[in-house]
């Protein structure tokens, strides 16, 4: 199952009712349908026939597909066979390209999020980066999937990225060489003696595997006294992966749960007690604008059960589901069919998930670093064809990077992260605060 710019695969079996209809209101329905399709056919001929340049009839059924799609929303996409079989094989992680998880809006490409530790990552991408040029070629009529395989490469081959930052007077080119993007998606840190540092830097298939092992690991020589969940600029990944994180401090109960736009269409997804060793101790979880999909997901569980204080900046709002279906011709679709919900029945979708504590990320005191700190956020909710939030109302800036966790000791990480020095300092007190919360 897939979330995200990254995606969610699930079976919806939707109850499907059978009511009188009058018959000359199916009949207009029928009338219109066919006025729809012949208009549909007529402009099919014209172009065929007197298009500047030869074109089949295949292309642009098949590009009228893809334009259908993308009018949508901002996930929903038709998928070549290409595509489709690029779609697996970066869910098991096991491809090479840069490190970006990205959207279009409007014709913009925009960075959603890096994955920490790819090219891009390193090449210092921030969730909100516009990219206006890949190798000079303007990405303001190029298509996502388009955009995708302009991306990725060969290893060590390079790509030259235009970037505009918000504020900036003159965009800046970004040459990255092409990597393996790691398919290790948990790192684990301690930063004081019985306290843990878990960074998730993406839901892959074998995220909760990864991430109990590295726990069991450190609770062999030291007992755990309190965990630091670290979902910062992590953009998500799959569904499934995110509901056995998220069980893995929770235990049993609701997780979350997804609704199309038939009622009866509700799926829930729980937790189990086959593994409670962890489900007492003191967490405190970081998310910021980068923290997207299945990363709010687990945000959101921890937060609606009490189970963990949420510290940092707003996520990125990216609450949809998306059903990836496969066509006879080895093609595919994405496609938007259901919002996803918290525990307690919020939708996340161009909201995102609020911190308990809004604690902006301050950058270290480097003089050179000032203009940084203007850098542009960008969510969900700033997409033009975003989906509505799925429940009513009631009622900053993505400047963090967390360095690499192995090459560094828990102090180095701590002096440089306001954010992460907060959440040490919570964590050791989190009991106390879960008695009054």
């Keep these: 199952m897939r979330v995200g710019i990254w995606f969610v695969c699930f079976t919806m079996l939707l109850a499907l009712t059978v009511a009188p209809v009058p018959l000359d209101a199916a009949a207009t329905a029928k009338d219109d349908q066919f006025e729809a399709l012949k208009r549909y056919s007529q402009v099919l001929d014209l172009v065929e026939q007197n298009y500047v340049k030869p074109v089949s ?64 990552y390193k090449a210092g991408l921030k969730s909100g980066d516009t ?26 081959s390079k ?35 019985g306290y843990v540092l878990c960074r998730i830097t993406r839901f892959n298939e074998h995220t ?49 749960y997804i609704q199309g736009r038939d009622p ?7 937790g189990s007690k086959e593994d ?28 609606d059960r009490k189970r963990a204080l949420i510290i940092g900046e707003k996520s990125f709002g990216k609450g949809s589901v998306q059903t990836v279906v496969g066509l006879r011709d080895g093609s595919g679709i994405k496609l938007t069919t259901a919002l996803y919900y918290t525990p307690n029945g919020r939708s996340i979708q161009a909201e ?32 033009s064809r975003h989906l509505a939030n799925g429940t009513p109302k009631k009622g900053q800036k993505a400047t963090d990077k967390v360095e690499d966790m192995e090459n560094e000791t828990g102090q180095a990480l701590l002096d440089k992260d306001n954010q992460m020095r907060l959440g040490l300092e919570m964590v050791k007190t989190l009991p106390k605060i879960r008695d009054i919360r």
């Design 57 to 120: 009839k295949g292309e642009l059924i098949q590009d009228s597909i893809k334009g259908m799609l993308e009018q949508l929303d901002p996930h929903s996409a038709f998928l070549t066979p290409d595509d489709f079989k690029d779609l697996q094989i970066s869910s098991s992680g096991a491809f090479h390209g840069i490190g970006i998880e990205i959207s279009s809006e409007n014709g913009r490409l925009v960075v959603v999020s890096p994955i920490e530790d790819t090219p891009a």
């Design 131 to 156: 990219i206006l040029e890949i190798d000079g070629e303007p990405t303001i009529e190029l298509g996502l999937n388009d955009a995708v395989k302009k991306i990725r490469g060969s290893l060590g």
């Design 159 to 193: 790509v030259t990225l235009t970037i505009l930052h918000k504020g900036a007077q003159q965009p800046v080119d970004v040459t990255i060489a092409r990597g393996t993007i790691p398919i290790v998606s948990v790192k684990a840190q301690e930063l004081e003696k």
């Design 208 to 256: 909760t595997k990864e991430l109990r092992e590295k726990l069991d690991e450190y609770a062999k020589k030291t007992p755990i006294k309190g965990i630091v969940l670290d979902l910062r600029n992590n953009p998500g990944g799959l569904l499934d992966q995110a509901v056995t994180v998220a069980d893995t401090f929770l235990g049993d109960g609701l997780v979350v």
């Design 264 to 270: 009866q269409s509700r799926k829930d997804f729980n």
């Design 276 to 303: 409670g060793k962890y489900v007492s101790v003191p967490i405190v979880t970081l998310i910021n604008a980068g923290s997207a999909s299945a990363a709010e997901i687990v945000a959101g569980a921890l937060q």
């Design 352 to 383: 995102g998930i609020v911190p308990d504590l809004n604690v902006p990320f301050e950058m270290p005191a480097k003089s050179d670093d000032d203009k940084d700190k203007d850098r542009f956020t960008f969510r969900e909710k700033d997409f």
